[in-house]
């Protein structure tokens, strides 16, 4: 099993910054693509960054230029930073593993969640 530790969300105003971290540990042999996702209320959950073990980034046109992605493979940790909040990028934002564990299986993992608010 996989356990996966996110932290670092929280209440900031509009134009503000918040770092979020997510750490895995257990049964991992190594760690192919980390990733964000975030649901609003009443929506579905959607993707905000991914990066993989290579350190090649992808993410969402909407937080393009303010978030930035991050990984230390050395602690199995993957790291948001997001600047300028805006209200719109209120969620609970999810980490997301993609990893391979020891016994050479191909397994998905999904964080608690994190809640953001951009609020005034």
Request: with cysteine.
């Amino acid at each position: 099993q996989v356990q996966l530790v996110e932290s670092g969300g929280g209440l900031v105003q509009p134009g503000g910054s918040l770092r979020l971290s997510c750490a895995a540990s257990g049964n991992i042999f190594s760690i192919n693509v980390m990733g964000w996702y975030r649901q609003a209320p009443g929506k579905q959950r959607e993707l905000v960054t991914t990066i993989t073990s290579g350190g090649a980034t992808n993410y969402a046109d909407s937080v393009k230029g303010r978030f930035t992605i991050s990984r230390d493979n050395a602690k199995n940790t993957v790291y948001l930073r997001m600047n300028s909040l805006k209200p719109e990028d209120t969620a609970v934002y999810y980490c997301n593993v993609r990893l391979t564990d020891l016994g050479g299986g191909f397994r998905e993992y999904w964080g608690q969640g994190t809640q953001v608010i951009v609020s005034s």
